[in-house]
């Protein structure tokens, strides 16, 4: 499973406040994405990651943010959260293009 | 922009009958194929995939998939279907867009449940 870890893996917050979510890998993945899991939608791109520090944006990327600033580390932050903004997060990563892509359990957000 | 469709939201079948999920995607050049599956509560585990070459592709847990250039589809198929493939399956596209940046997008999923 290439090593992934989210966290925090369960989140409340309220309205209005900063939040970061962590992704974690051990196996020097190249790329990683952060999806957000909705039903009826299925997993939508936020951002993705290509390489440290390059990184662009998915189809949903409006209200966050990410950082890359070593490997093994990308970070999702959600600048002022939303009621919207509540769903279950899911980072992924693999080595190349074309490779398996590898994901995270998933971190369940609520906005309240 | 790559797009991914699964036409079927939700699918019943009966345990030990044969299952096929449709996957159509919408890519100028052969795209990198992949069949995901996720249990409840999971992350996603992948099933098989299709570069090049051979257009059916075998996977893990008895699935197979085949690639149709014409009708830019890549469904899945089983020939019998298990209690314990219930799950929600989700079919994506990998494209290359240059300066190393690649991206996988994701179909919205289909849900399959099974009747023992």
């Known amino acids: 499973d290439a090593g992934i870890t989210q966290s925090p893996r369960h989140k409340v917050t309220e309205t209005g406040t900063p939040v970061t979510l962590r992704c974690h890998q051990t196996e020097n993945h190249r790329y990683m994405y952060w999806y957000r899991q909705d039903p009826g939608h299925g997993l939508r791109l936020i951002h993705y990651s290509y390489g440290v520090k390059d990184t662009d944006k998915g189809e949903v990327s409006d209200g966050y943010s990410v950082s890359r600033s070593k490997t093994e580390d990308f970070l999702l932050t959600l600048e002022s959260a939303t009621s919207s903004q509540t769903s279950v997060y899911f980072c992924?990563?693999?080595?190349?293009?074309?490779?398996?892509?590898?994901f995270g359990q998933g971190t369940r957000l609520t906005v309240v | 922009a790559q797009s991914v469709t699964q036409p079927d939201i939700h699918i019943t079948v009966s345990e030990g009958a044969s299952l096929e999920l449709r996957c159509n995607y919408s890519?100028?050049?052969?795209?990198?194929l992949f069949w995901y599956v996720q249990s409840p509560g999971q992350g996603l585990q992948l099933l098989l995939k299709?570069?090049?070459?051979?257009?059916l592709v075998q996977g893990i847990k008895g699935f197979e998939a085949e690639f149709k250039r014409s009708q830019s589809s890549f469904n899945l198929r089983k020939p019998s279907v298990h209690w314990s493939d219930a799950a929600e399956y989700f079919c994506a596209v990998g494209q290359y867009s240059g300066a190393g940046s690649y991206q996988l997008t994701f179909g919205k999923g289909t849900k399959l449940s099974v009747i023992p």
């Open positions: 890519y100028g050049a052969t795209p990198y």
């Open positions: 299709y570069f090049s070459g051979d257009t």
């Open positions: 992924a990563c693999h080595r190349g293009q074309g490779t398996e892509a590898f």
